[in-house]
């Protein structure tokens, strides 16, 4: 099975420039999951959604970063505008539902430097 | 907050041995744990899931899983080079708003020398 698709790989931008990112879960995985990994750090959770609907985005700094997940399936991820803390790998995942066994798979990634 | 720690490496083994890493996790409620396996610049990669007290074995691989003492070990035994990655032990949240979420280590670098 295909897996978990994200774009670019890559990005650079200017302080205060905004960004987004864009990722395709597995097919048939209802639970779709941002984290931001900084060098040197395990993933931390920005926003998990269920289908359609978010289901935490308590660690999500709704100031400068959004996300949507409009039909269920693809979900996109917006800095606007970012500071040079943003500079970090932006990983999407997913599995088939919200579940305390549930593994979660993740896609390459987004590596985004802030200059 | 709920934590995740592990021990902070790097750990060097020569190929053939075993390696242990090791891990501690603070929320008591956490029933699930997770090993990932993320090699420089790549994403992390699932390699063992344990839910249960006591040892799970796959392949090369054991997790080993005591809730009592919060802790949560992966073992690798005959060590290959191609081993030669972080891993990074995740608990998940399971149960209320946060059912589902993961909390991850720092991860341990190991390096597997020939």
């Known amino acids: 099975e295909a897996g978990v698709a994200q774009s670019p790989r890559y990005k650079i931008i200017e302080k205060r420039q905004s960004v987004a990112f864009w990722c395709n879960p597995i097919s048939g995985h209802a639970t779709l999951y941002w984290y931001q990994q900084i060098l040197g750090q395990g993933p931390k959770l920005l926003i998990q959604?269920?289908?359609?609907?978010?289901?935490?985005d308590s660690q999500l700094p709704k100031d400068r970063f959004s996300a949507e997940r409009l039909k269920g399936v693809d979900s996109t991820l917006k800095i606007q505008p970012a500071k040079l803390e943003d500079s970090a790998v932006y990983l999407c995942?997913?599995?088939?539902?919200?579940?305390?066994?549930?593994?979660?798979?993740f896609g390459d990634g987004t590596r985004l430097s802030i200059l | 907050q709920k934590e995740v720690e592990q021990n902070s490496g790097p750990l060097s083994v020569p190929e053939g041995a075993i390696a242990s890493l090791n891990c501690t996790y603070s929320?008591?409620?956490?029933?699930?744990f997770f090993w990932y396996r993320q090699y420089s610049g790549k994403s992390p990669e699932l390699i063992m899931s344990?839910?249960?007290?006591g040892d799970k074995e796959d392949g090369r691989f054991t997790a080993q899983l005591n809730k009592a003492s919060q802790y949560v070990s992966l073992l690798i035994r005959d060590s290959q080079p191609s081993d030669s990655a972080t891993y990074l032990c995740?608990?998940?949240?399971?149960?209320?708003?946060?059912?589902?979420?993961?909390?991850f280590g720092r991860g341990t670098q190991l390096t597997v020398w020939p």
């Open positions: 995942a997913s599995s088939q539902w919200t579940g305390s066994n549930q593994p979660q798979h």
């Open positions: 959604f269920q289908n359609n609907g978010v289901v935490d």
């Open positions: 929320d008591r409620g956490s029933q699930s």
């Open positions: 344990i839910y249960s007290n």
């Open positions: 995740a608990a998940g949240a399971d149960r209320g708003s946060t059912l589902g979420r993961l909390y």
